[in-house]
């Protein structure tokens, strides 16, 4: 369907932005089959963010499959998982953990620490908070404005899990919804936040490598496990520095005209323009996999502008 004629939906993502855990469909009319799951053994090595003996993990394709193998590995429970760095145990927003972990990344866990409470005034319509989440319920701070009213509250952190606003728990909620409920709130009042901080220990650099990998890279080795919200993970090669580009700017797209980043939104969005011909294709390429977002024409012509760049090189 062409743009400016494409049908608005109503912006659900329960089915199309969660991350849950997947099933293998079973195969019959002649349908295609899944893709096979790899056939060698994955094994990853893990350790507590805050400190820990180095553990292994296995045999998982989802988040949630992942941290329930790692609380299983250290004795704890995997609500305790705030959420996962790769190859630093130190809180850096730019080395979370997604869908995909390079074969020789080392996955550092971040579990609850201290709980805070704070009160916070909104004098500006924005708050300067950046929001993702951990694609199992706990959506965190990843980003805070210098010079904005957040930054001025020493107390909150960027890796702050928000546990509830104004006492209304937001448990399970995705990180866009948290957004526009904190955008929603009013002018020159004051609102609450329930945070909890990742336990901390003293600021130190890792404490063991897995294999050749480096403590300060991601995805060291040239393959990587793609973690899938159905069905199995899947073994792929690592994304070309052109297209990591691409989907970082599809990302900060989202951003501005949809008030989200979500990074495995924008793979997929360039994975269902990189085979089309033009702007149209693309535009029914979305409304059959993302229609519920009914993103805005000019958007789809910025991301399509984006993909073209990035086959040009």
Known sequence: MPLGLRRKKKFNTKETSRLVEGEQTNVAGGSLPSLPAPTCRLVFHTQLAHGSATGRVENFSS?????AKIAGVFEISPSEILYCTLNTPKVDMGKLLGAQIGLEDFIFAHVKGIKKEVNVYKS???LGLTITDNGAGYAFIKRIKDGSIVDSVKTICVGDHIEAINGETILGWRHFDVAKKLKELKKEEFFTLKLIEPKKAFDMEPRSKAGKSSPGRIGTG?????????????VEEVPSETKAKAIEKVDDLLELYMGIRDIDLATTMFEAGKDKGNPDEFAVALDETLGDFAFPDEFVFDVWGVIGDAKRG
């Open 124 to 126: 500006e319509d924005s």
């Open 222 to 234: 040239r393959e990587t496990l793609r973690l899938r919200s159905k069905g199995p993970a899947t």
């Open 63 to 67: 988040i949630q499959e992942l941290y």
